[in-house]
């Protein structure tokens, strides 16, 4: 059974940077073909990708926001870390992680965490 | 705005049948990437619904269905129940700008 839960602040200082890690189970992100998201949703908005990492060490980045992000894993902890620097009150969101996997082809999302709302206010 | 164009909202009576769709461009959907689709009920995490396009997941009721045509896809509830009011997400993967997954706006289904 594939498990995945995200912790961190729920609340931020504008300028300041956001730690969040994703603690799963069920699965390793050491074996081929697997990998873990970040994804983000403003209050009444939108889903947004963010970034990617994969067994390799493959990351990716959402373009208009690579500057600011960076994921990192410690597969022997089960977790994957995601920084985000210089927040600002527009990054207000609840912040999800997914796990990812190839099967027969097809790359996708399929387990979700149940997010966590980060609120950026001084 | 979001790369993959939904529409804001659909609405149906209980046993209708409902479709969303998802206009992308040559550059994600065109361009012969999968579409997916999840399904966000209030206060909820994201469900996957159907991937690969046209797949189901174990557990997903076949009154959901997905295609994909050209630069297009679509999501088809049929037997529409009141419990399927929620949001729903298409997602794909847009080549342009280094290579991005992108997710559409968003559609909330109204039951009515």
């Known amino acids: 059974q594939i498990t995945l839960k995200e912790s961190g602040p729920t609340l931020v200082k504008p300028t300041q940077t956001l730690t969040l890690t994703c603690s799963f189970s069920?699965?390793?992100?050491?074996?081929?073909?697997?990998?873990v998201g970040w994804i983000r949703q403003p209050p009444g908005k939108a889903l947004e990708w963010l970034a990617l990492?994969?067994?390799?060490?493959?990351?990716r980045y959402s373009p208009s926001l690579k500057s600011r992000l960076t994921i990192t894993k410690d597969s022997p902890k089960n977790q994957v870390v995601l920084t985000m620097t210089n927040m600002d009150p527009v990054d207000t969101a609840t912040y999800f992680c997914a796990h990812r996997e190839v099967y027969g082809g097809h790359d996708y999302f399929d387990y979700w965490g149940q997010g966590t709302l980060v609120t950026v206010s001084s | 705005q979001s790369v993959l164009t939904q529409p804001p909202s659909v609405s149906g009576a209980p046993g209708q049948r409902v479709t969303i769709s998802c206009t992308g461009s040559s550059s994600n959907i065109g361009a012969g990437y999968d579409v997916h689709w999840f399904q966000q009920l209030p206060g909820a995490a994201p469900k996957l619904l159907i991937y690969?396009?046209?797949n189901r997941p174990s557990g997903v009721p076949d009154r959901f269905s997905g295609s994909k045509s050209a630069t297009s896809a679509s999501l088809t509830i049929t037997g529409l129940q009141a419990e399927d009011e929620a949001d729903y997400y298409c997602?794909?993967?847009?080549?342009?700008?280094?290579?991005?997954?992108?997710f559409g706006g968003g559609t909330k289904l109204t039951v009515l």
């Open positions: 990492i994969y067994w390799d060490d493959d990351k």
């Open positions: 997602q794909s993967y847009d080549i342009s700008l280094s290579g991005s997954e992108v």
């Open positions: 069920g699965f390793s992100l050491s074996s081929n073909g697997v990998g």
């Open positions: 690969g396009n046209n």
